[in-house]
C-alpha cells in the first residue's frame, strides 16, 4: 500500500544514516572514528543512575499519572526553569515528553494545520524541516549570513512572514553551528513575533554548553507577551549525559500544553516511568557533573577549531555553544567531490571518519563534527581528515 502523501514529504534523518553507516563499518572491524552523533561520550552522572536504579527496584515500574509527567518531575522542571532561566511556570504548563526531539513534534502537532507556514533558519537541526511536512506544513528556510554569525535578524524574520505563518523554529545554542543569541537579538525576534502573533518553538536543549562568557538567554524571558507566544523545549539528553533516557520536557501556556498532552495522551501514554525519576535526580541533585562536562567540551572545542583552521582552505568560527564544529569547506568542492554530501562520503570511505553534511542543515558551504569525543580520537580524526583533504586538495 503506498504510503501516506505527509509522510512521502519527509526525509530521513542524515545524521541517524551517517552514524547508523558509521556503525556498521566498525561491526565489520573497520577503524572509523564517528564525528556525526550529537551525544556526548561521558557516561551519567552515578547519583542520577543511582536514582533510576533505585526506581525499578522499589517498583517504579508501571504506568504513571498524569501522563504529562509525574507532578515529582514536574515541579522540578518548574523550579529549574525560574532558577536559570527567570521563567515562572505552573506544572499545568509544562509536560514531560521521550525525548526533546519528542517535545518539538508534540508542540508542531498541537498548533500546526495543513498549509501553515512554519520559518526555519538556516543552519537548521534535520529535524525542523520534516516535522511540519509531518502534519501537512509548510517549512519555509530563510537563509541567514555569515556575517550575522548564522543567526536570524528581526528583519529577516519579518520579511518571512506571511498570512499562512504560524511558528518560527529557534535554535540557541544552535545546532550545528554553535551560534549563541544575545538577549539584544531575542529581544528583537520576540518583537516581531508577538507583533504578527506567530508562535516561537525554542529549542535550548543545549543551553548548559556555553563556552567564552556566552550567556544563554530564553526567548520567552523577554517580556509578558514574548512568553505567551513561545513554547521552550529542553531535556536532559545533552546537559545530563542521559540521550538513551529519553526525557524531554516543554513549558508554555496551559492551553498548547493540554493540546501536546492530548497527542501523547494518545500516542505513548507517557514517558519512561523509572526514566522521569532519574530525570528528577539530575535537575534537583548536584550539578557539578555539568560543568566537568563543559569544560571538557570547551578544551576539545578550541582544539578541534584550531586543527581545522589550519587545514588549507578551511575558514571555522569558533563556536559559542552545543558540542559541534561547522567549518566552511567550500575550498574543496570541485570535479572530485561537488557538495558536502560527496565531502562526507570521502571522507568516510578515504580517511574512515564520519562527518554529517551541510546539506542536510540547509547550507552549502559547511559540514558538522561533533567534538563530543576524546581528544585521542579527535586527533586521529583531524589527522585523517588533515591527510585526505590534502590529497583531495583545493580547487583552482
Same mark, same amino acid.
Request: charged share 20%.
Given at each position: 500500500?503506498? &504510503? ?8 530521513? #534523518? ?13 561491526? /565489520? ?26 526506581? +525499578? ?29 527567570? &521563567? ?31 520559518? +526555519? ?14 502534519? =501537512? =506544513? ?8 555569515? @556575517? ?5 535578524? /528581526? ?33 528583537? &525576534? ?11 518553538? #525554542? ?15 530564553? +526567548? @520567552? ?26 526525557? =524531554?520536557?516543554?513549558?508554555? #501556556?496551559?492551553?498548547? +500544553? /493540554? ?19 532519574? /530525570? ?66 570521502? &571522507? ?25 569525543? #576524546? ?22
Amino acid at each position: 500500500m503506498p &504510503l501516506s502523501h505527509n509522510v512521502q514529504r519527509v526525509q530521513p #534523518s542524515v545524521t541517524m544514516q551517517i552514524s547508523a553507516r558509521a556503525a556498521a563499518m566498525q561491526r /565489520a572491524g573497520i577503524d572509523v572514528v564517528s564525528l556525526s552523533a550529537g551525544e556526548p561520550d561521558f557516561d551519567t552522572p552515578q547519583n542520577v543512575k543511582d536514582a533510576g536504579i533505585r526506581a +525499578i527496584v522499589e517498583g517504579f515500574t508501571k504506568y504513571t499519572t498524569p501522563g504529562s509527567g509525574i507532578i515529582e518531575l514536574k515541579e522540578a522542571i518548574c523550579r529549574k526553569f525560574e532558577r536559570d532561566n527567570g &521563567l515562572v511556570y505552573t506544572t499545568d504548563e509544562v509536560i514531560v515528553n521521550n525525548g526533546a526531539k519528542h517535545s518539538l513534534f508534540l508542540a508542531v502537532a498541537a498548533l500546526v494545520n495543513s498549509g501553515d507556514e512554519v520559518i +526555519i533558519p538556516t543552519p537548521y537541526w534535520v529535524t525542523y524541516c520534516e516535522q511540519p511536512r509531518i502534519v =501537512g =506544513g509548510e517549512p519555509v528556510i530563510v537563509e541567514t549570513e555569515a @556575517a550575522n554569525g548564522l543567526k536570524l535578524t /528581526a528583519d529577516e524574520f519579518r520579511a518571512a512572514i506571511t498570512p499562512r505563518t504560524r511558528m518560527l523554529f529557534l535554535c540557541s545554542p544552535s545546532n550545528p553551528s554553535g551560534a549563541v543569541y544575545t538577549r539584544e537579538e531575542l529581544e528583537s &525576534l520576540a518583537a516581531v513575533a508577538v507583533e504578527h502573533g506567530v508562535y516561537v518553538l #525554542s529549542d535550548e536543549i543545549y543551553e548548559k554548553l556555553i563556552y567564552d562568557g556566552a550567556e544563554h538567554h530564553s +526567548i @520567552a524571558a523577554c517580556s509578558p507577551e514574548a512568553k505567551e507566544f513561545s513554547i521552550v523545549v529542553n531535556g536532559v539528553s545533552k546537559a545530563y549525559a542521559m540521550t538513551g533516557w529519553r526525557i =524531554g520536557y516543554t513549558g508554555a #501556556s496551559e492551553e498548547i +500544553i /493540554a493540546g501536546m498532552n492530548k497527542v501523547q495522551s494518545q500516542e505513548v501514554s507517557h514517558p519512561s516511568s523509572m526514566a522521569q525519576k532519574a /530525570a528528577v535526580e539530575a535537575l534537583d541533585g548536584p550539578q557539578e557533573s555539568v560543568e566537568e562536562m563543559r569544560q571538557a567540551f570547551d578544551g576539545r572545542r578550541r582544539y578541534m577549531v584550531e586543527r581545522l583552521n589550519a587545514i588549507e582552505g578551511v575558514k571555522c568560527v569558533l563556536p559559542s555553544g552545543a558540542f559541534y564544529a561547522y567549518p566552511d569547506v567550500a575550498a574543496y568542492y570541485g570535479s572530485q567531490v561537488r557538495d558536502s554530501v560527496a565531502l562526507c562520503e570521502y &571522507l568516510l570511505e578515504e580517511a574512515k571518519v564520519a562527518c554529517v553534511p551541510g546539506a542536510g542543515f540547509g547550507t552549502y558551504e559547511h559540514i558538522r563534527l561533533s567534538y563530543a569525543t #576524546s581528544l585521542d580520537l579527535l586527533e586521529k580524526a583531524l589527522d585523517r581528515v588533515e591527510a585526505a583533504l590534502g590529497e583531495l586538495g583545493i580547487r583552482n
